[in-house]
């Protein structure tokens, strides 16, 4: 744990900017305070992993929504199932 100028631990956040993804840094604790980053937790970053990360993420965005789509046709077509039971009993 990390103190900070207010005597309060400082908080670690997660950036996802094109040139730092996913790496950690120390923020301040205070929520409305003019400096929100303090240092880096993580080393610098490798080149080829600044590539990679946002890709990753991109795809997994895609498949979270796809997921999604298919959960909400899984629900109407037993909706529907269900309207076509009910009317034939």
């Known amino acids: 744990m990390v103190l900070y100028f207010f005597g309060k631990f400082v908080v670690v956040k997660c ?17 409305d305070s003019a400096c929100r980053f303090i240092g880096w937790v993580d080393p610098p970053m490798w080149e080829r992993s600044k590539v990679i990360i946002p890709g990753l993420l991109r795809n997994i965005n895609q498949m979270q929504a796809w997921c999604t789509a298919l959960k909400i046709m899984l629900l109407a077509s037993w909706v529907f199932f269900v309207i076509l039971f009910i009317r034939s009993v």
């Open 15 to 31: 950036s996802w900017t094109p040139k730092n993804p996913g790496r950690r840094f120390y923020a301040c604790p205070q929520k």
